[in-house]
């Protein structure tokens, strides 16, 4: 009778380990940065053009503002129509200003 337990061959760490190794992964991982990169740029594109249409807007209002003075300046607007588009003009850019500030 034997008291000792069968002898356990001892096993190489080596032969533990998954065929594959994170070598064959690299290509992929590469890939998926690459992807990501391109997104994050594409990303930052949209933003910035977002961004030069809210000045352009601004601009735009300023531009409409003085193309109305030069109207009533030559008499096609009286003065309380050019107030009044004025007031509303100004009254759209700072509605526009507080909704991108809750933004």
């Known amino acids: 009778m034997n008291l000792y ?4 061959q001892p096993v190489s760490l080596l032969a533990l ?3 594959s190794s994170i070598w064959s992964f690299l290509p992929t991982i590469a890939c998926l940065v690459g ?4 997104l994050l740029i594409i990303a930052f594109a949209i ?3 977002f961004r030069q249409s809210e000045v352009a807007g601004d601009d735009r209002i300023e531009e409409m503002l003085v193309e109305y003075q030069e109207m ?3 008499g096609d607007l009286t003065p309380e129509e050019f107030r ?3 007031n509303r003009l100004l009254l759209s850019r700072e509605r526009e200003s507080r909704q991108e500030a809750h933004d």
Do not use: G, H, M
């Open 35 to 38: 992807i990501l990169c391109v």
């Open 47 to 49: 933003r910035k053009r």
């Open 72 to 74: 009533r300046r030559q």
């Open 5 to 8: 337990p069968p002898q356990i």
């Open 84 to 86: 009044s588009i004025k």
């Open 17 to 19: 380990r998954p065929t």
